[in-house]
Nanobody
Framework: QVQLVESGGGSVQAGGSLRLSCAASGFIFSISAMGWYRQAPGKQRELVADFTRAGTVNYADSVKGRFGISRDNGEKKLYLQMNSLKPEDTGVYYC????????????WGQGTQVTVSS
């Protein structure tokens, strides 16, 4: 059964850094398409960064140059390194995966809270 467990969130001052982790199980990690989404209070959930099926990386314009996504296929973990954090980065961050062959079903972790104070 697919399971995604996020960790690493917390409270940090503007300009600080956090590293989020997503521990994955229940699927073939190396051929999945995975990424990070976030949802700020009162706002729609949005893509932060992801690995596509082709292996390329997408970043939201608001985080380019500050965030870095990476994956460890051996440990079956997805990471998000967040630097130069801003108050507008505050929200719940979710790990997300789509699976072959049809890439239709989407799976989500339960999220980890990130709070950035000014």
């Amino acid at each position: 059964q697919v399971q995604l467990v996020e960790s690493g969130g917390g409270s940090v001052q503007a300009g600080g850094s956090l590293r989020l982790s997503c521990a994955a199980s229940g699927f073939i990690f190396s051929i999945s398409a995975m990424g990070w989404y976030r949802q700020a209070p009162g706002k729609q959930r949005e893509l932060v960064a992801d690995f596509t099926r082709a292996g390329t990386v997408n970043y939201a314009d608001s985080v380019k140059g500050r965030f870095g996504i990476s994956r460890d296929n051996g440990e079956k973990k997805l990471y998000l390194q967040m630097n130069s954090l801003k108050p507008e980065d505050t929200g719940v961050y979710y790990c997300h995966v789509k699976l072959p062959p049809n890439w239709v079903r989407a799976y989500w972790g339960q999220g980890t809270q990130v709070t950035v104070s000014s």
